[in-house]
């Protein structure tokens, strides 16, 4: 039996994962996407791993997602003579093209394009945000800097550069053949690393050509700047806290998180929260109560997913560490002053029968006591529409596209299943009133409401609504 909740959970797969029957105790825990981080690991690795989803998907008759991260430009200096330095405040420090190893006055920035971006009292930051230097004068070969703050900086460091934005795509040669290879594989989403643009999203989309879904994750500071563009373009937003609260003030990404997840529900796209949720779980049983707290605060504001990063993909209690997300999400999902926000926050609706009728269904769920929204969709678009408004009752999504199904694990609220593909419009509240009853998501003498778009197989709006008591 799987976890019932409307947040889902996102589980990165890694070493601690090392068998078919761990992806399953994940997925009885309550994890409902997977997440092959291409930061790490070789092909072969992530196939394997592919393998073991798509044969526990099969066991248990549920879809499962797969979303790939890639790697992006991540920028490190090279290398020091002795491995290390110790840098001291006021200081200078050059960065440069040659390749000869590092001392205490100078190291190798191998990043032509870092350098060609930077200015003036523009600052970069070194080892997670450790090392502040500040630019004094730049040439087309070398940056000379002041140390801001000081410390040991040592061989293949990485390097944020907030204040500019690089000319480089957003995707590498790395990322390039990682994203073919993922592609073969069949995941559901892509995840783009440090996004700057609007336009690193449509030449993603470009490349990857309606073969996955696209998921934009926000951490640098031009890409908040940006937000509403770059979350029109891309399918989904991951909020990728470790990166962003080195490229902006630690103090400020509450707020900004706030803001993406807004901007996210309005559009109706599925918006993730990410970086150390229970990070003590990598070494405890249990969590920190800030790390609960934490997790509850992203519930509460009505985020798609919340996702587990080295908890579950190198950490000593993966499966604990899953089932204690659930056990959070179901108990903020318990309180009623969770509903009364969700009402509160829900996004405006357009001019639209889609939205029109996505409206309806939500004060539908709260006149009457509906046990399931039923939403027969071919693209996924309008189950999605729906989760937007964050109704009550739970959704359940019947497509006849497997990659579709896939796809819709990480909205909110959506129990997505594959179904045969109807013809004909009359059959279609009798079948979903019978995969109610099959997926046991209702009983028989519960209310349910049937929304679809006739004719149905063409891509046409939703534009039916029908109340029906199961038999």
Same mark, same amino acid.
């Given at each position: 039996?799987?976890?019932?909740?409307?947040?889902?959970?996102?589980?990165?797969?890694?070493?601690?994962?090392?068998?078919?029957?761990?992806?399953?105790?994940?997925?009885?825990?309550?994890?409902?996407?997977?997440?092959?981080?291409?930061?790490?690991?070789?092909?072969?690795?992530?196939?394997?791993?592919?393998?073991?989803?798509?044969?526990?998907?099969?066991?248990?008759?549920?879809?499962?997602?797969?979303?790939?991260?890639?790697?992006?430009?991540?920028?490190?200096?090279?290398?020091?003579?002795?491995?290390?330095?110790?840098?001291?405040?006021?200081?200078?420090?050059?960065?440069?093209?040659?390749?000869?190893?590092?001392?205490?006055?100078?190291?190798?920035?191998?990043?032509?394009?870092?350098?060609?971006?930077?200015?003036?009292?523009?600052?970069?930051?070194?080892?997670?945000?450790?090392?502040?230097?500040?630019?004094?004068?730049?040439?087309?070969?070398?940056?000379?800097?002041?140390?801001?703050?000081?410390?040991?900086?040592?061989?293949?460091?990485?390097?944020?550069?907030?204040?500019?934005?690089?000319?480089?795509?957003?995707?590498?040669?790395?990322?390039?053949?990682?994203?073919?290879?993922?592609?073969?594989?069949?995941?559901?989403?892509?995840?783009?690393?440090?996004?700057?643009?609007?336009?690193? &999203? @449509?030449?993603?989309? %470009?490349?990857?050509? =309606?073969?996955? $879904?696209?998921? *934009? #994750?926000? /951490?640098?500071?031009?890409?908040?700047?940006?937000?509403?563009?770059?979350?029109?373009?891309?399918?989904?937003?991951?909020?990728?806290?470790?990166?962003?609260?080195?490229?902006?003030?630690?103090?400020?990404?509450?707020?900004?998180?706030?803001?993406?997840?807004?901007?996210?529900?309005?559009?109706?796209?599925?918006?993730?929260?990410?970086?150390?949720?229970?990070?003590?779980?990598?070494?405890?049983?249990?969590?920190?109560?800030?790390?609960?707290?934490?997790?509850?605060?992203?519930?509460?504001?009505?985020?798609?997913?919340?996702?587990?990063?080295?908890?579950?993909?190198?950490?000593?209690?993966?499966?604990?560490?899953?089932?204690?997300?659930?056990?959070?999400?179901?108990? &903020? @999902?318990?309180?009623? %002053?969770?509903?009364? =926000?969700?009402? $509160?926050?829900? *996004? #405006?609706? /357009?001019?639209?029968?889609?939205?029109?009728?996505?409206?309806?269904?939500?004060?539908?769920?709260?006149?009457?006591?509906?046990?399931?929204?039923?939403?027969?969709?071919?693209?996924?678009?309008?189950?999605?529409?729906?989760?937007?408004?964050?109704?009550?009752?739970?959704?359940?999504?019947?497509?006849?596209?497997?990659?579709?199904?896939?796809?819709?694990?990480?909205?909110?609220?959506?129990?997505?299943?594959?179904?045969?593909?109807?013809?004909?419009?009359?059959?279609?509240?009798?079948?979903?009133?019978?995969?109610?009853?099959?997926?046991?998501?209702?009983?028989?003498?519960?209310?349910?409401?049937?929304?679809?778009?006739?004719?149905?197989?063409?891509?046409?709006?939703?534009?039916?609504?029908?109340?029906?008591?199961?038999?």
């Amino acid at each position: 039996m799987t976890v019932v909740k409307n947040t889902k959970i996102l589980a990165t797969l890694g070493p601690s994962i090392n068998s078919r029957d761990k992806v399953k105790a994940l997925v009885e825990a309550g994890a409902n996407v997977f997440r092959l981080n291409f930061s790490h690991g070789e092909h072969a690795d992530h196939a394997q791993r592919y393998d073991w989803i798509r044969d526990v998907e099969r066991e248990i008759g549920k879809p499962l997602g797969v979303l790939m991260d890639l790697q992006g430009p991540k920028l490190r200096v090279g290398t020091f003579a002795g491995g290390r330095v110790q840098l001291a405040e006021g200081a200078a420090f050059r960065l440069d093209d040659t390749s000869k190893p590092g001392d205490v006055q100078r190291v190798n920035l191998p990043h032509p394009e870092v350098i060609a971006a930077l200015e003036p009292g523009m600052d970069l930051l070194l080892d997670d945000g450790k090392i502040r230097l500040r630019v004094v004068r730049r040439n087309s070969r070398s940056v000379d800097t002041t140390v801001v703050t000081g410390g040991e900086l040592s061989d293949r460091k990485g390097v944020n550069i907030p204040d500019a934005m690089l000319s480089s795509g957003v995707l590498t040669d790395k990322d390039l053949e990682d994203l073919r290879f993922g592609l073969r594989l069949g995941v559901d989403w892509v995840a783009l690393s440090f996004v700057q643009r609007p336009e690193d &999203v @449509e030449y993603a989309k %470009r490349l990857i050509a =309606g073969r996955a $879904a696209i998921m *934009a #994750k926000i /951490e640098k500071p031009s890409a908040v700047e940006l937000l509403e563009e770059i979350v029109t373009l891309a399918d989904g937003v991951m909020i990728a806290r470790g990166d962003l609260g080195v490229e902006i003030p630690a103090e400020k990404v509450p707020q900004t998180q706030k803001q993406i997840i807004h901007e996210c529900r309005r559009q109706g796209k599925p918006v993730v929260v990410a970086t150390q949720m229970l990070e003590s779980m990598r070494e405890a049983p249990t969590p920190t109560r800030a790390e609960v707290t934490d997790v509850a605060n992203a519930v509460y504001e009505g985020v798609d997913a919340v996702m587990l990063s080295a908890e579950t993909a190198s950490g000593s209690y993966p499966v604990e560490t899953v089932s204690m997300m659930s056990k959070i999400i179901q108990q &903020v @999902e318990a309180d009623p %002053r969770f509903w009364l =926000g969700l009402d $509160a926050s829900h *996004a #405006k609706a /357009e001019a639209t029968v889609e939205d029109a009728i996505s409206c309806a269904i939500r004060r539908i769920s709260k006149i009457l006591p509906v046990a399931i929204l039923i939403n027969v969709t071919e693209t996924g678009v309008t189950s999605l529409r729906a989760a937007r408004e964050r109704p009550q009752a739970p959704i359940l999504s019947l497509t006849p596209n497997l990659d579709t199904a896939r796809k819709l694990t990480l909205a909110w609220g959506i129990r997505s299943v594959q179904s045969r593909r109807f013809e004909h419009s009359e059959v279609i509240a009798e079948e979903a009133m019978t995969a109610a009853l099959r997926e046991s998501v209702a009983s028989s003498g519960d209310t349910v409401v049937i929304t679809a778009g006739m004719p149905f197989g063409h891509q046409s709006t939703t534009n039916s609504l029908r109340i029906e008591t199961l038999p």
